[in-house]
């Protein structure tokens, strides 16, 4: 196979990491069965039609740009950083708002709960320190249990 040697030294570096984790590979190899080695070849032979071209990054460097009497910095591409800083803060500022909603909704049905409660001890014919005496709690399940 040809490689094509890349100016940049990280790219050398995994070019030959590759190249011995594939040369380890082959060694292993020639001790399988026939029937694995050639579901093996078949698998890379698939693998190797499906891989994909990756296209080299293309980073812009910032650049100072003349706007009337001021310069500007600004960065290459499409649209401006501050667009792209707002288009990113949507999500999140829905986030935080379906947060703050979950929150006093949550609050206001603790609130509720609580105010029934209240309602239904003041409206009772018993006195609120009946609840409290210890003996009531007997009360209730010797009255809930029929055989007694």
Do not use: C
């Not at 940049?8 to 292993?28: K, M, N, Q, W, Y």
């Not at 296209?55 to 009497?69: D, E, F, I, K």
């Amino acid at each position: 196979m040809n490689y094509q040697s890349s100016t940049h030294p990280a790219e050398i570096a995994a070019e030959r990491f590759a190249r011995r984790v594939t040369a380890r590979l082959s060694d292993g190899a020639a001790e399988l069965p026939y029937d694995i080695s050639e579901r093996l070849r078949a698998a890379r032979v698939q693998a190797l039609a499906k891989r994909k071209v990756v296209a080299p990054a293309r980073q812009t460097a910032p650049a100072v740009l003349a706007s009337g009497n001021s310069a500007v910095l600004g960065w290459g591409g499409e649209g401006g950083s501050w667009w792209r800083a707002l288009v990113s803060a949507v999500p999140i500022t829905a986030l935080l708002v379906g947060l703050v909603v979950i929150n006093v909704s949550q609050d206001e049905k603790g609130v509720n709960e609580v105010a029934e409660v209240d309602a239904a001890l003041l409206t009772d014919d018993l006195p609120p320190s009946a609840y409290a005496d210890p003996g009531f709690l007997q009360f209730l399940k010797t009255s809930a249990n029929p055989t007694h």
